[in-house]
């Protein structure tokens, strides 16, 4: 099956520093993808919707100056958490669908294996 | 979306068939079922999908009820690394704009498989 390949798995950084995450689609081209946060003991909650060549679209309460998006390839999206504090560690996971498949509901999403954030 | 309830845990020996159920009694007749589980300290990954007939897969087999109004996961012989939350997740064949037929996750069912 295809791949998404998300980088780091972990970071640990202090309150108040950027942290960048990286989703790459390593075998298909991805024009659509997605960000999830999930809390411990919790379910996978959208954050927001990357958009190659475009503004990402953001769940309502999702602050998209805080969370910076940035899809500017068709295998590339990142997500930066701006000024990070301890409220925002969590579990940051991301999804792609193989664009060649269109808008069918049969599409399979595929998971990167996510980024465990810690903000001391 | 419709909505899917599934238990909140089963548990299951190593070996041993698994059933897990999912409702979804508001489905429509466009909502693909789509099968999903998330092992612990990862991203959920794809296991089945399916409309109406029952499927088969390399990893689970998925038996759809007549009416659509429910479904179950099969894991013909399940194994340690099958313990997981297996979520049941419907999605429409139309698209809303928005969020673009993201997957919604609901709470799933955690499985255990005891040795």
């Known amino acids: 099956g295809a791949v998404v390949s998300q980088h780091p798995s972990r970071v640990i950084c202090k309150s108040g520093t950027s942290v960048k995450i990286e989703c790459r689609s390593l075998?298909?081209?991805?024009?659509?993808m997605f960000w999830y946060r999930q809390f411990p003991k919790q379910s996978l909650m959208l954050m927001a919707t990357?958009?190659?060549?475009?503004?990402?679209?953001?769940e309502q309460g999702v602050e998209k100056d805080k969370f910076l998006i940035n899809h500017a390839s068709l295998t590339l999206s990142t997500l930066t958490v701006t000024s990070a504090h301890p409220e925002d560690s969590s579990f940051y996971i991301c999804?792609?669908?193989?664009?060649?498949?269109?808008?069918?509901?049969?599409?399979?999403?595929?998971f990167g294996a996510g980024t465990r954030l810690s903000v001391l | 979306d419709a909505k899917t309830t599934q238990p909140n845990s089963m548990e299951s020996n190593e070996e041993e068939p698994v059933h897990l159920p999912c409702n979804h009694s508001?489905?429509?007749?466009?909502?693909?079922i789509h099968w999903y589980r998330q092992l612990p300290s990862q991203g959920p990954e794809y296991v089945i999908h399916?409309?109406?007939s029952n499927v088969n897969n390399r990893m689970a087999s998925l038996a759809i009820a007549e009416d659509r109004k429910s479904s179950t996961l099969i894991l013909h012989r399940a194994t340690l690394r099958d313990a997981a939350v297996y979520y049941c997740?419907?999605?429409?064949?139309?698209?809303?704009?928005?969020?673009?037929?993201?997957?919604?996750f609901g709470k799933g069912t955690k499985l255990s498989v005891k040795p």
């Open positions: 999804s792609a669908r193989d664009h060649m498949e269109g808008t069918s509901a049969k599409n399979i999403q595929y």
């Open positions: 075998d298909f081209q991805a024009t659509t």
């Open positions: 990357s958009n190659e060549g475009s503004k990402a679209t953001y």
């Open positions: 508001t489905i429509s007749g466009t909502d693909y």
């Open positions: 399916g409309l109406t």
């Open positions: 997740i419907l999605r429409d064949v139309w698209f809303d704009g928005g969020s673009q037929g993201n997957l919604i």
